[in-house]
């Protein structure tokens, strides 16, 4: 248990809405990832960062936007929310090992 | 970036047959392998690692897989499936320079009785 935790955890939005998904980690990891999850696509990334205020661009990242004021929190929002968007989102924290990375419980967003 | 290619969206195999899920790579550098599992409705749980050194690698749950750099393949296999084996399972590769993992498209295992 890499002590991650997503919050909501289920959530539907009207399409034009702005939503705010948050990830919480309780072990100081310093890199942080963003990931949405679609079928036949795996997973993939969003956004990242890598420090307090330090983040970088994923593949995916048109339409996103995070933040990360605190170690312990990366936030990712939709700005204005499109049903393209509806996805299952993960967070991950890089371990101390080779680059591999724990994940959050997801976040299921429905936009209609 | 790195491109990984799982062979086979869906596979079913009987209880007690062999699991071999297929996995290729795109670089000419070996890079940091792993295949994770995702049992529905949740997160994804790390199954097992290459990095250096032994290129068979030992898993949880009685999954194993092997490096070969000849054929660029990280292949996954378990002896006897169990039907707590049906699950999602995803390889995906890193470089050794970078800090992002790069995902196959996944492979739905299903398990008859």
């Not at chain 1, 919050?7 to 310093?30: A, D, F, I, Y």
């Not at chain 1, 963003?34 to 593949?59: A, F, M, N």
């Not at chain 2, 199954?47 to 897989?65: D, M, Q, R, S």
């Amino acid at each position: 248990d890499a002590g991650i935790t997503q919050s909501p955890r289920h959530k539907v939005t009207e399409t034009g809405t702005p939503v705010t998904l948050r990830c919480h980690q309780t072990e100081n990891h310093r890199y942080m990832y963003w990931y949405r999850q679609d079928p036949g696509h795996g997973l993939r990334l969003i956004h990242y960062s890598y420090g307090v205020k330090d983040t970088d661009k994923g593949e995916v990242s048109d339409g996103y936007s995070v933040s990360r004021s605190k170690t312990e929190d990366f936030l990712l929002t939709l700005e204005s929310a499109t049903s393209s968007q509806t996805s299952v989102y993960f967070c991950a924290i890089r371990g101390t090992g080779e680059n591999e990375q724990y994940f959050g419980p997801g976040t299921r967003l429905t936009v209609t | 970036a790195q491109s990984v290619t799982q062979l086979g969206s869906h596979v079913s195999v009987s209880e007690g047959a062999l699991v071999l899920l297929r996995c290729n790579y795109s670089s000419s550098v070996p890079p940091y392998l792993f295949w994770y599992v995702q049992y529905p409705n949740q997160g994804l749980q790390l199954l097992l690692k290459y990095t250096t050194g032994a290129t068979l690698v030992k898993g949880i749950n009685g999954f194993e897989a092997e490096f070969k750099k000849s054929e660029t393949s990280f292949h996954l296999t378990k002896p006897s499936a169990h039907m707590s084996d049906a699950a999602e399972y995803f390889c995906v590769v890193s470089d050794l320079d970078d800090y992002k993992l790069s995902f196959g498209a996944g492979t739905t295992v299903t398990v008859r009785a």
